[in-house]
């Protein structure tokens, strides 16, 4: 059964990265097919899919957050990452780590989700 | 970029059908999935390629997809199916676009 944990700093002050970091048990991030990915929820509100990592190492980001986004994988860790930079106050939201694939985009793992919050 | 569109809310009677759409430019031409998320968890996956069910999500959860909406059905709607839900359309150029949610009430 794959399991993923989200990891990270709770508080971020404005203009700062986010950094965060997904491990990943019962499978690994090399394991081909597997869309390796970040999705977020601000408070009460919906899901927003920021992007992810193909086991092969290609990355595919949000447009809407293309610019500040970095994902990228650690093999040996079995972890993956997400770096967000120049955050604001609207980046404060509960940050999941999912695994898409084989079979497309649709996502069967999830971790617990972590909340971040900007402030200073 | 694409859209999709869901009801916010829909309320059901134990036992009887909930029906949750989710409306998008030919989306039928892409393919659907369904979460259900309950407060304070995170999603679980309950239909996706448009009609498949994961191992161990009930049978009375069902979809479909076709021309521009996709349908995520409950039959004998339980109480424990209170929760919101998210639909998901992708294709090989639409990795990850989410409606806003359905918050489905059993009462």
């Known amino acids: 059964q794959v399991q993923l944990q989200e990891s990270g700093p709770g508080l971020v002050k404005p203009s700062q990265t986010l950094s965060l970091t997904c491990t990943v048990s019962?499978?690994?991030?090399?394991?081909?097919?597997?869309?390796w990915s970040w999705i977020r929820q601000h408070p009460g509100k919906g899901l927003e899919w920021i992007g992810y990592i193909y086991y092969s190492g290609s990355t595919y980001y949000n447009p809407s957050l293309k610019s500040r986004i970095t994902i990228s994988v650690d093999t040996s860790k079995n972890q993956f990452s997400l770096n967000l930079s120049s955050v604001t106050a609207a980046d404060t939201a509960v940050y999941y780590c999912a695994r898409g694939g084989p079979t497309g985009y649709d996502y069967h793992y999830w971790g617990q989700g972590t909340l971040v919050t900007v402030s200073s | 970029s694409y859209e999709v569109t869901q009801p916010p809310s829909v309320s059901v009677s134990p036992g009887q059908t909930a029906s949750i759409t989710c409306s998008g430019h030919?989306?039928?031409?892409?393919?659907a999935c369904w979460y259900q998320q309950k407060p304070g968890q995170s999603p679980v996956l309950v239909i996706y390629?448009?009609?498949k069910r994961p191992s161990g999500i009930p049978e009375r959860f069902s979809g479909s997809n076709s021309g521009n909406t996709a349908t995520l059905t409950i039959s004998g709607t339980q109480a424990m199916d209170e929760a919101d839900y998210y639909c998901?359309?992708?294709?090989?150029?639409?990795?990850?676009?989410f409606g806003g949610g359905t918050k489905l009430t059993v009462l």
């Open positions: 019962g499978g690994s991030v090399s394991s081909g097919g597997y869309y």
């Open positions: 390629q448009d009609t």
């Open positions: 998901q359309a992708w294709d090989s150029s639409t990795a990850g676009v």
């Open positions: 030919k989306l039928g031409d892409k393919y």
